[in-house]
C-alpha cells in the first residue's frame, strides 16, 4: 500500500495542474515529456552507474522515428510511441555495443560524438527529415480512434500523463527485481559483480538498451504534441539539461527525477519570463544551492530537514 501512495500523489498534482493551469497545458505537457526522458537517465546514472551526456541522440532518434512514421505510414498515437520507443531501443543497443566498454570521461565523449552524429545526419538527409527546416506536417489520429489532439492542449496533457505513470510503474518494477538489484551492484562494484559471475558488459547493454527505449518514448510524445521536429531534439543542451534535473532532484530512486524536472521547468519559466536574458543565472543559483545544502537533492531534503531538527534537540 504505501509503494502506491508516490502515485497517488502523482495523479493528485497532475489533476490539480490540469485544473489549475487549463491554459498553460503546452507547457505542462513538455514538463511530463521532460520527466519521461530524465527517468530514462536516472536508470543510468542513478541506477547503474553509468555517465553519459547523450541521451538526446535517443530522444531525438525516438522523434524523428516517430515522425515520420506519423507522415508516411500511419498517424496513429499508440503505434507512433511504440516505434518511437524501438528506434531509441535499437540505437542505444547498437551504439552501446561500443559504449559500454568504455568509462568515465571517455564515456561521456563519446555519448555527446554519437548525439553529433545523428545531429548531422539529420541535417544532411533532409529530403527525409526536413533538415533545419524540421519534420513538419504532422498530423496525429484520435488516441484509440477516440480521443482527438485539440489546439488547448488537454488531450495531449492527459495522453503524456498516463505515459508517464506507466514508464515509472515499469521502470520501479524494473529496479526492484533481480536484474535492477544487479545494476545497483554494478554501480558500486563492476569487480565485485563480475567475480560473483555477473555478466556485467552485457547488463550495461541491456539497461542502456531500456534507457534509450524510454528516452524514445519521450521523443516520441515530443513529436506528437508539438506536430514538428527539428534538429534542436539532438542539441547538446537537451542531455545538459536532462543531467541538470536529475541532480537538483536526486539520483537513484526515480521520484528524483520527476521532482527535479518539475522544479528546473517551474523556476525556468518564471525565471525566463521575469528576465530573459540573465535567467540563467536564477538556473544556476538554485543548482548551487541544492548541491551544497542538500547533497542528495531535492528528495532527500525531508531526510535533511529531520537531521537539522535531530541536532537542535
Known amino acids: 500500500m504505501k509503494s502506491l501512495l508516490p502515485f497517488a500523489l502523482m495523479a ?33 546514472i542513478g541506477v547503474t552507474g553509468i555517465d553519459t551526456l547523450g541521451q538526446a541522440a535517443l530522444y531525438g532518434t525516438g522523434a524523428y522515428a516517430a515522425g515520420l512514421f506519423a507522415v508516411h505510414v500511419w ?23 561500443l559504449l559500454m566498454r568504455t568509462h568515465g570521461l571517455t564515456l561521456l565523449m563519446l555519448t555527446i560524438a554519437v548525439a553529433e552524429v545523428f545531429q548531422e545526419l539529420a ?7 526536413g533538415g533545419a527546416d524540421g ?75 531500456l534507457a534509450g527505449a524510454v528516452a524514445g518514448i519521450a521523443g516520441a510524445l515530443a513529436a506528437q504534441s508539438t506536430a514538428l521536429v527539428s534538429l534542436s531534439v539532438y542539441d547538446f543542451q537537451v542531455s545538459a539539461e536532462a543531467m541538470i534535473m536529475l541532480i537538483l532532484g536526486g539520483t537513484g530512486r526515480l521520484w528524483g527525477a520527476l521532482i527535479g524536472t518539475a522544479v528546473f521547468m517551474a523556476v525556468h519559466e518564471v525565471a525566463a519570463s521575469v528576465d530573459p536574458f540573465n535567467w540563467l543565472f536564477i ?27 535531530g541536532r537542535l534537540k
Open 135 to 209: 519534420l513538419g506536417g504532422i498530423t496525429m489520429n484520435p488516441v484509440f480512434g477516440t480521443w482527438q489532439f485539440d489546439f488547448i492542449g488537454q488531450t495531449g496533457y492527459i495522453y503524456a500523463v498516463c505515459v508517464l505513470f506507466i514508464v515509472t510503474a515499469i521502470l520501479k518494477v524494473v529496479i526492484g527485481s533481480p536484474f535492477g538489484l544487479s545494476l545497483r551492484g554494478i554501480k558500486d562494484s563492476p569487480a565485485r559483480m563480475r567475480a560473483i559471475g555477473t555478466p556485467v558488459g552485457r547488463r550495461r547493454v541491456a539497461v542502456y538498451t
Open 75 to 97: 498517424a496513429d498515437p499508440v503505434a507512433g510511441l511504440l516505434v518511437g520507443g524501438l528506434a531509441g531501443a535499437v540505437v542505444a543497443f547498437v551504439s552501446g555495443l
Open 12 to 44: 493528485l498534482v497532475a489533476v490539480v495542474a490540469f485544473y489549475a493551469f487549463p491554459y498553460n497545458l503546452a507547457f505542462l505537457t513538455r514538463v511530463v515529456i521532460t520527466m519521461i526522458l530524465v527517468l530514462s537517465l536516472d536508470l543510468l
Open 123 to 129: 541535417n544532411k538527409l533532409d529530403w527525409l527529415t
Open 283 to 309: 538556473i544556476g543559483f538554485l543548482v548551487l544551492a541544492v548541491v551544497y545544502a542538500v547533497p542528495r537533492g531535492l528528495i532527500g531534503l525531508p531526510e535533511e530537514i529531520r537531521r537539522m531538527v
